[in-house]
């Protein structure tokens, strides 16, 4: 009995243990992006702008912006770009990106979980494992782009 009990805690502490996974958005909400430009700073006539969307780990729906210098040619250096709290992908970081894009660097500036067009709840919220897994995942879909070399990241 007392194994039996033994084991099925272990169980139970394995289960609970597992990575978290949730429903995309957190929040069950259908994300609709507009390819529209929606920035406080002006548009880049030196870089290909478009809205794209990926996980972190968590389940939780990030939304970016992706720049591209104009005929780049070869793989591309990439950096991801994220805002102080409480910052989106419309003010400063989507700017320091399409200036990074500009000088030949395939970038991409995201709203973090619980921010800005980013899934997660509640809103406005800080959490810096989840932050820094949002980070994790950003370049994770940098290395997936095939404009881009892993080592320069």
Known sequence: ??????????????????QPKQEANMNNQETTLTQEWDKVFPKSDKVEHKKITFHNR?????????????????????????????????????????????????????DPSFTGESGGEPRRMASPDINTEDFCATYGKTQSNRRTTYHRL
């Open 1 to 18: 009995m007392r194994n039996v009990v033994l084991i099925s805690a272990c169980v139970a502490m394995l289960m609970g243990c597992s």
């Open 58 to 110: 968590y389940g939780i729906e990030l939304v970016a912006d992706m720049y591209v210098p104009k005929n780049a040619q070869g793989k591309l250096a990439a950096i991801a770009v994220s805002g102080p709290f409480g910052a989106v992908k419309e003010q400063t970081s989507g700017l320091y990106a399409q200036h990074m894009a500009e000088r030949g660097f395939l970038t991409i500036a995201f």
